[in-house]
């Protein structure tokens, strides 16, 4: 995922999660009611903590919902806010959320499996890997991860060179396999998964 | 005579000889002559099931031999029968058997083949790389029908060369290192296990077990060592195909 992408995805998170508070329908009915409205004015009306209002007040701001104005009375400056627009819209592109790499150069990449990976693979129904046990850390810390693998997966792991043998290209993994294109993405995530555990060589 | 690519790989069958041995001993320690007569007579029953199962299961006929020895040892020495009429006649038709087993063993033919098919596997590969890894190796094609595959496999199942699995796509040939394991039915699936498998689609895929490549005295590269041990499997397919399986046993026996 790319920088802006990821941005973009955690505004909504965050959006959502304000959205998602019990009292959030009550407090934006108040702010479509009040022409603006202060922390401690919210906090009043609808029973919560100060600190509770400000924050989702805050929160609606930064996501260009409110607009926040500073005021003050009795020497002591505080904040007003208003809504600035009448509607919330969520919109996310799940497509930016995966950049494939070209399938040329993902094509053209020369790979087989690591001599002493520590990695355990179990054998599925015909001729695919089922599931791959990856192994991180050491002595109390060790761990076991198990990865079950889609068809598409399992298949191309099965004809995947051993690491004593000469390294092919993905393309002629897959062929081997008899696996189409679609099934490139998958496998670019299991090969960026095997990659960052240390157990694919790559030329 | 080339020297043995493999350490010593019997030592589950030790085990269980030495304990049998240790568990007459130990009776006729504790009881004596009688305490011998029922362990060893428990033990030839024992003996004379396993063979018995075998025998049902490979269809071979040599086995009637060693289950008919232990089956005569049993009733010789079982000490309800000591008294029987029928004694002496258990004991003189026993020694006939005892005579064909004796020549049952000599020739080889109730002999697992778990070590010259390993040894025969690893003859020609002399790299040592290493290289292991879990997932099975896809060692090439062969023309061969289900019903050659499957023939293939009653011939290997009967001289205990291989125990079969048959599965709809492919038939699995799996070589244990103590085969009643398969035989009196303990074991049934070839999870972990060394083995050959004859697929539908003509291709022989080879997986040996980390077990198994551990008992080899060098770390022998392991791509050559699955390819040959396919290699290998082509050939009895091969031999059978020619309607010549006998030169499956010659080969082994070579070793």
């Known amino acids: 995922m790319k920088n802006h992408s990821r941005q973009e995805f955690k505004a909504i998170q965050r959006l959502a999660s304000l959205l998602a508070k019990e009292y959030a329908e009550d407090f934006l009915r108040l ?17 919560l903590h100060i600190k509770t209002a400000q924050d989702f007040l805050e929160g609606l701001a930064e996501a260009d919902i409110l607009e ?55 054998e599925g129904q015909g001729n695919r890997i089922a599931a791959l046990h990856i192994f991180t850390g050491e002595g109390r810390n060790r761990e076991e991860k198990r990865l079950n693998l889609t068809p598409c997966q399992g298949r191309f792991l099965f004809y995947l060179p051993f690491p004593t043998e000469k390294p092919l290209k993905v393309k002629e993994i897959m062929a081997k396999a008899s696996l189409s294109e679609d099934c490139l993405p998958e496998i670019q995530d299991l090969l960026n998964i095997m990659g960052k555990h240390g157990i694919l060589d790559q030329e | 005579m080339q020297e043995s690519k493999l350490k010593f790989s019997e030592l589950e069958m030790m085990i269980f000889t030495l304990s049998l041995i240790g568990a007459i001993l130990l009776a006729t320690l504790i009881f004596g002559q009688l305490g011998f007569a029922w362990a060893f007579s428990v033990v030839q029953i024992l003996m004379f099931t396993i063979h018995f199962v075998v025998l ?8 009637f031999i060693p289950t008919g020895m232990y089956g005569l040892w049993g009733l010789t020495f079982f000490p309800p029968l000591a008294h029987s009429p029928l004694h002496e006649v258990f004991a003189v038709i026993s020694v006939f058997f005892l005579v064909g087993f004796i020549w049952v063993l000599a020739t080889k033919k109730i002999n697992w083949r778990y ?23 896809v060692s090439g094609q062969a023309n061969f029908s289900r019903n050659e595959a499957l023939g293939l496999a009653r011939f290997l199942l009967k001289h205990v060369i291989c125990f079969p699995i048959i599965e709809a796509e492919r038939i699995v040939l799996v070589i244990p290192r ?25 291709e022989i895929i080879v997986r040996i077990a980390q077990s198994d490549y551990q008992k080899f005295k060098n770390e022998l590269t392991f791509d ?32």
């Open chain 2, 178 to 202: 103590v085969m009643w394991v398969y035989l009196l039915g303990f074991r049934r699936s070839y999870e972990e296990a060394t083995y050959v498998a004859l697929a539908k689609s003509g």
């Open chain 2, 56 to 63: 049902i299961r490979t269809k071979n006929p040599v086995y």
């Open chain 1, 68 to 122: 926040k104005k500073e005021a003050s009375e009795r020497k002591r400056p505080y904040y007003r806010y208003s809504l600035k627009r009448n509607t919330i819209e969520i919109s996310l592109a799940l497509d930016t959320l995966y950049q494939p790499q070209p399938s040329s150069s993902l094509f053209a990449l020369k790979i087989r499996e690591r001599k002493n990976s520590g990695a355990l693979f179990k």
């Open chain 2, 115 to 137: 070590r010259e098919i390993l040894e025969l596997a690893a003859k020609p590969v002399t790299d040592a790389s290493d290289g292991f890894t879990s997932r099975p190796f």
């Open chain 2, 224 to 255: 050559q060592l699955c390819q040959s041990l396919g290699e290998l499997f082509k050939q009895f397919l091969q031999h059978y195909q020619e309607g010549e399986p006998q030169k499956i046993i010659h080969k082994l026996n070579s070793i």
């Open chain 1, 31 to 47: 702010l479509v009611i009040y022409k603006n409205i202060s922390a401690s004015e919210a906090a009043a009306r609808l029973g």
